[in-house]
Nanobody, 124 residues
Framework: QVQLVESGGGLVQAGGSLRLSCAAS????????MAWFRQAPGKGRKFVAG????????DYADSVKGRFTISRDNAKNTLYLQMNSLKPEDTAVYYC?????????????????WGQGTQVTVSS
């Protein structure tokens, strides 16, 4: 089993920045694709960004491309999401996910591992 714990969320003004972290335990994440999803109140969970388990290739939702950067530090067993130029529509609970040797992080679902989320609120 892989346990995932998100941190770094909070309240920020539009145009500001936050860096989210996802600390993994139980297993090393070097064989897991990792991703960030988010869910706004009354909305479904949506893909934000993903990073491959091998090679470090990344994938982003169109709404965050150019503003967010996903990265991983396998030595620290940690996933990151650097969020810049934040907008009110970025307000959501952000979830970390891990999929064993997945090549399509944006398709992660209930069979994969998930954290409990961290709240990000962007004020206008």
């Amino acid at each position: 089993q892989v346990q995932l714990v998100e941190s770094g969320g909070g309240l920020v003004q539009a145009g500001g920045s936050l860096r989210l972290s996802c600390a993994a335990s139980g297993r090393t994440i070097n064989s897991y694709a990792m991703a960030w999803f988010r869910q706004a109140p009354g909305k479904g969970r949506k893909f934000v960004a993903g990073i491959a388990w091998s090679g470090g290739s990344t994938d982003y939702a169109d709404s965050v491309k150019g503003r967010f950067t996903i990265s991983r530090d396998n030595a620290k067993n940690t996933l990151y999401l650097q969020m810049n130029s934040l907008k009110p529509e970025d307000t959501a609970v952000y979830y970390c996910a891990a999929g064993y040797r997945s090549y399509l992080p944006r398709l992660m679902g209930d069979s994969d591992y998930w954290g409990q989320g961290t709240q990000v609120t962007v004020s206008s």
